[in-house]
């Protein structure tokens, strides 16, 4: 990944349209790179979780053109290559795997980030019935030494409908749930790449698994 790598801290420090127009060619190769990754990974992935149904990385990927109309950011593109590795792709409703490749700021992670209101509910009302379930998850040593807990934005009180004694508030206080794990830049110079980024999927999967069978139900 060192030409895509390459070619975004390149794009950091020229994010204008001139710049970009003139290494059309570089960016082409350094999307291959990272597209040929993303196609690589995928069926590792889906030996892993199988409800993911995606065969290409098309189906995943994100746009590096950034919408600027109500951004006070006018920067016109991401400086980032970003998929999200799902049932559905990367406009699925469902958790899944998320790749934040970045110079200096990438992350490896996933979950489900604002949730529809009648999902997001029935993911609390769950864990307010078993929290124990839920909780073994995010305990669970090798998840908790990679991903340390859920992150994200919080309630300051009880959700509607929720008692506020309930010992396990803070666990439904979330608005998102999701994890990450950073990574340095070398990671992703390092051999076995897709192996690594497996290893750590495999053990986000549990959280997944959780959540999507609740997505099926709503």
């Excluded at 950091?12 to 993303?38: G, H, M």
């Excluded at 469902?94 to 999902?119: K, L, R, T, V, W």
């Excluded at 990450?180 to 070398?186: F, M």
Aim: glycine share 6%.
């Amino acid at each position: 990944m060192k030409n895509a790598l390459n070619f975004l801290i390149h794009l950091k420090l020229n994010n204008e349209r001139n710049w970009f127009k003139e290494n059309e060619k570089f960016y082409q190769s350094a999307k291959t790179e990272f597209t040929d990754f993303i196609d690589s990974l995928i069926p590792v992935l889906k030996s892993i979780d199988d409800t993911i149904d995606v065969e290409s990385s098309k189906e995943c990927l994100f746009r590096i053109y950034r919408d600027v109309r109500f951004s006070k950011n006018k920067e016109p593109y991401k400086t980032n290559f970003g998929a999200f590795i799902a049932k559905g792709g990367r406009k699925t409703v469902n958790a899944g795997y998320y790749i934040h490749f970045e110079p200096d700021q990438s992350f490896i992670g996933g979950g489900i980030y604002m949730p529809q209101p009648n999902y997001l509910k029935a993911i609390r009302t769950n864990i307010y019935n078993d929290p124990d379930s839920f909780k073994k998850i995010l305990n669970e040593k090798k998840f908790k030494d990679l991903f340390g807990g859920i992150e994200g934005e919080k309630l300051k009180t009880a959700p509607k409908g929720f008692p506020k004694d309930f010992p396990d508030l803070d666990l439904i206080k979330n608005k998102h749930f999701v994890v990450s794990k950073k990574v340095s830049n070398e990671f992703w110079l390092s051999g076995d790449l897709v192996q690594k980024v497996a290893d750590i999927f495999k053990e986000q999967y549990p959280l997944n698994s959780y959540l999507n069978k609740i997505a099926e139900k709503v």
